[in-house]
């Protein structure tokens, strides 16, 4: 009789150790794995992390500065907007993208429902290495009092620009503020593919059209009501 439940238990064990491997989604391309590392956590999927940092910026400069490529002016663009909810992540979410959240999602423990879990190890240790001590000291203050919510954590950062310094800092705003939102997205309805970066190769045997010169002054759309 023992001898049998523990043959039912073992099989249980086996069953429910086969279930969660299945629910792990594996990237299956890395764009950014030549750039600088971002994190150090140890934490087995460090390069996971790296690539949803890499990948949020592109995909705000692609949205917000898509003709400069001005990082820090893409950062502002997009917090100005988030704390205008004003976001609008169905014109920039990109298949990629997409497929990085796929795999974040499938981390459990770095979840909380819907919400970034922290209490992970992992995001304690980013929260750990932040380079800005005030901004930290936010952090876990709204942290350790329960307080967490995106819009307070996203005030701070329209005056602060250590993101574009601190690559700990980005990434928790990466997560926070971009990834942990696509739960609100019905991708059932979305062409994501329409959001990718058009590259536009120079054709040298195209002669030029002469045309009347036009105004391209731009425009920069940080701090404005509008995407």
């Known amino acids: 009789m023992n001898t049998r439940i523990f043959k039912i238990v073992l099989v249980l064990i086996i069953t429910l150790n086969v279930s969660c491997k299945k629910t792990e989604v594996k990237l299956a391309e890395y764009k950014y794995e030549s750039l600088p590392e971002t994190i150090t956590c140890n934490s087995g999927y460090d390069n996971l992390l790296k690539e949803a940092l890499y990948t949020f910026e592109e995909d705000i400069v692609n949205k917000y500065d898509s003709k400069n490529k001005n990082k820090l002016r893409a950062y502002r663009a997009y917090i100005s907007n988030f704390i205008s909810n004003r976001i609008a992540l169905e014109e920039t979410i990109t298949p990629h993208s997409k497929a990085v959240y796929d795999a ?88 994501l593919t329409v959001n990718q970066p058009k590259d536009q190769p120079v054709d040298f045997n195209k002669r030029p059209i002469t045309a009347p010169a036009k105004s391209t002054k731009e425009v920069d759309h940080t701090g404005h009501d509008h995407d």
């Not at 936010?138 to 009092?145: E, K, Y």
């Not at 800092?169 to 019905?186: C, G, M, P, Q, R």
């Open 104 to 191: 974040l999602k499938s981390k459990q423990d770095l979840w909380d429902n819907n919400q970034l879990n922290y209490n992970n190890t992992v995001v304690k240790c980013i929260i750990d290495n932040m380079k800005d001590k005030d901004l930290q000291q936010t952090l876990n203050a709204l942290i350790s009092t329960n307080s967490m919510d995106s819009q307070i954590f996203a005030a701070p950062l329209r005056s602060n620009t250590s993101y574009s310094r601190d690559t700990n800092l980005a990434t928790i705003v990466a997560l926070e503020l971009y990834f942990s939102k696509f739960n609100t997205i019905d991708f059932t309805t979305l062409d």
